[in-house]
């Protein structure tokens, strides 16, 4: 199992500020994600302008794409995406579609998992040769007071033993960590506790500490 990477979620409405706070942060995190707030509003805009200024970084276009797979693939990769986001709604050939787009640009395709899926699902998607999924508490479920539990974390489990690599957000702190330490996690996905920091830097390098401390003797 690899060292989880820290990724920034910019979760802006305009594409000034998404790029004042990565300003601050990219030296402290792995992945930089153009979130779906800042596709919708500014475009492919703001995956083309962070590919351009950090060229080094993964690039995640969160477009949680629902039909249209090929198309919207192929706009993401072209505008310099490493990964790109489906919704585990959409049917199966969309997701072999963007899949297909992705091989073919060298990236990869993640599965934002909300709502009603069940492990099949899972199967069936890890068999089109994806392998990765992003396990999600929604703003809504955050804002609910509701918190990680024994379902979640069995369900995880059960996903990471499919093959699926995981990606974990929805109001992450470091003190959340040790509950995913035997998770197969590719990414912790943090944006407000990070952009909204008082200390930006300090803030992702707490993460950094709490990912060394349970996973330091993993590659990263």
């Known amino acids: 199992m690899a060292k989880p990477q820290l990724q920034l979620a910019l979760d802006h409405t305009n594409l000034e500020s998404a790029l004042q706070t990565v300003k601050i942060l990219h030296p402290y995190i792995d992945i930089i994600e153009s979130g779906t707030i800042l596709c919708v509003s500014e475009g492919m ?30 706009e993401a ?11 585990c709604a959409a049917p199966l050939a969309t997701m072999a579609k963007a899949h297909e787009v992705a ?12 709502g ?14 994806i ?26 489990k059960q996903l990471s033993d499919i093959g699926l690599e995981l990606s974990i957000t929805g109001g ?25 920091a008082a200390d930006p830097a300090a803030a ?9 401390a349970l996973w330091g003797d993993q590659h990263a």
Do not use: C
């Open 204 to 212: 992702a390098n707490a993460f950094h500490s709490a990912i060394d």
């Open 172 to 196: 992450i702190v470091p003190e959340d960590l040790p509950l995913f330490r035997d998770i197969t996690v590719r990414a912790f996905i943090v944006g407000r506790a990070l952009a909204q």
């Open 45 to 74: 805009k703001a995956v083309r302008e962070l590919r351009a200024l950090y060229p080094d970084h993964t690039l995640v276009a969160d477009l949680k794409v629902a039909d249209a797979g090929e198309t919207l693939a192929t």
């Open 77 to 87: 990769f072209n505008a310099g995406a490493d990964w790109m986001t489906v919704i």
């Open 116 to 129: 009603n899926w069940t492990l099949d699902d899972a199967r069936a998607w890890h068999q089109l040769g």
């Open 131 to 156: 392998k990765q999924a992003i396990y999600h508490r929604g703003r809504d479920a955050q804002a609910s007071g509701q918190s990680w539990g024994k379902a979640d974390l069995d369900l995880m």
């Open 103 to 114: 091989q073919a640009r060298g990236g990869e395709i993640q599965i934002e998992l909300f």
